[in-house]
Nanobody, 125 residues
Framework: QVQLVESGGGSVQSGGSLRLSCVAS????????RAWFRQAPGQEREAVAN???????TYADSAKGRFTISRDNAKNTLYLQMNSLKPEDTATYYC???????????????????WGQGTQVTVSS
């Protein structure tokens, strides 16, 4: 059974930090675009950050300078380090893998075929 399992979410105060992790199993992983999306209540899913096979990363404007995406291919793990968190970062965060190996990575949810169950991040003011 294919699995993407996220962890590391939680509740923090504004200005705090969290590190999300995602472990993939039973799917090809290292050569594909991988990304973090998030979805707040009543809003559409949005791309937060992505990283391609060679390791080139891109970020949403809202994440630039505060979030860092990284991966450990030996461990089939994707990370999202989130610093200087704001209340507007509150959402469910999803780890995803693209359907193809093409770069640059897409920011459209429909281009990702494997999704984790999500981990909740809540930032209070």
């Amino acid at each position: 059974q294919v699995q993407l399992v996220e962890s590391g979410g939680g509740s923090v105060q504004s200005g705090g930090s969290l590190r999300l992790s995602c472990v993939a199993s039973r799917i090809p992983w290292a050569s594909y675009c991988r990304a973090w999306f998030r979805q707040a209540p009543g809003q559409e899913r949005e791309a937060v950050a992505n990283i391609d096979g060679p390791g080139s990363a891109t970020y949403a404007d809202s994440a630039k300078g505060r979030f860092t995406i990284s991966r450990d291919n030996a461990k089939n793990t994707l990370y999202l380090q989130m610093n200087s968190l704001k209340p507007e970062d509150t959402a469910t965060y999803y780890c995803v893998r693209a359907a193809t190996r093409f770069s640059p990575c897409s920011i459209r949810p429909g281009d990702y075929d494997f999704w984790g169950q999500g981990t909740q991040v809540t930032v209070s003011s």
